[in-house]
């Protein structure tokens, strides 16, 4: 809702509509039968304000890994737009667009993907997430179990793990595949050949970019403008009073 749907579409941003039609809900719900509101649930409201960003972000950048082209929704009125819905996302995940926008407008597209996988929870196989920015938060939330150390990408995930680990134990994710040494060569080539994606398969941006152009726009302006406040000015150089009598 807040990346995918067309600016001029976009009637409530992801977390109003959650906070709308399922939080008050769902709520509501609960308190009429008499029963509590889950240990988790502040966790879950903070989250509709952070994790969905995290995970089209990360989409987005492992593009290669997934199946289908996912689109940037970053030109400046739709970061006017998550701005108000999202006080403050210029200055987190923002930023991380902002070195992504660079490397492209620049023409540094080996810069603009990765080189290998992120880290993901053991229990949810999502990438561990968390703000970026200024406000950095990114953080694990590792469990010792069998002698086997897990990390996890919220309490909550670790929580459920420890209600039935042994339903979870045994489970390598890709990336502990990766780390295992059963993935070859050890980088993102080896990675796409281990899930059997073939070049013509890979995802990449849905509008070839086409959202760059007016970056690189405001770029050129401001070398222009860059230019014409540091350049002498040069007299005119035309002829002579003397030479036109």
Not at 123 to 128: E, G, S, V
Not at 207 to 214: D, K, L, T
Request: one cysteine or more.
């Amino acid at each position: 809702m807040d990346y995918y749907t067309p600016l001029e579409h976009r009637k409530q941003s992801f977390k109003e509509f959650m906070e709308e039609w399922i939080v008050a809900q769902f709520e509501r719900a609960l308190t009429d039968m008499g029963l509590d509101l889950p240990w988790y649930w502040d966790i879950f409201l903070n989250d509709l304000s952070e994790t969905h960003h995290g995970m089209h972000l990360g989409s987005y950048y492992w593009r290669p890994t997934v199946w289908w082209n996912p689109a940037a929704g970053i030109t400046p009125e739709e970061r006017s737009w998550l701005e108000e819905k999202y006080p403050g996302w210029n200055d987190t995940w923002g930023e991380c667009w902002d070195v992504i926008i660079d490397n492209v407008v620049d023409g540094n597209m080996d810069k603009a993907y990765p080189e290998t996988l992120p880290y993901v929870c053991n229990m949810c196989q999502l990438p561990i997430l968390g703000t970026p920015g200024k406000k950095w938060n990114v953080v694990d939330y590792p469990l010792e179990y069998k002698g086997r150390l897990y990390h996890f990408g919220s309490e909550v995930d670790r929580w459920i793990f420890q209600q039935e680990p042994e339903r979870y134990a045994g489970h390598l994710s890709l990336v502990d595949r990766f780390l295992a040494g059963m993935i070859q060569p050890m980088n993102l080539e080896g990675a796409l050949a281990y899930m059997n994606i073939a070049p013509g398969e890979c995802g990449d941006d849905a509008h070839n970019y086409a959202w760059a152009e007016v970056y690189r726009a405001m770029r050129d302006q401001r070398e222009a403008a860059a230019y014409r406040s540091t350049s002498p000015s040069k007299p005119f150089q035309g002829a002579s009073r003397e030479e036109i009598s």
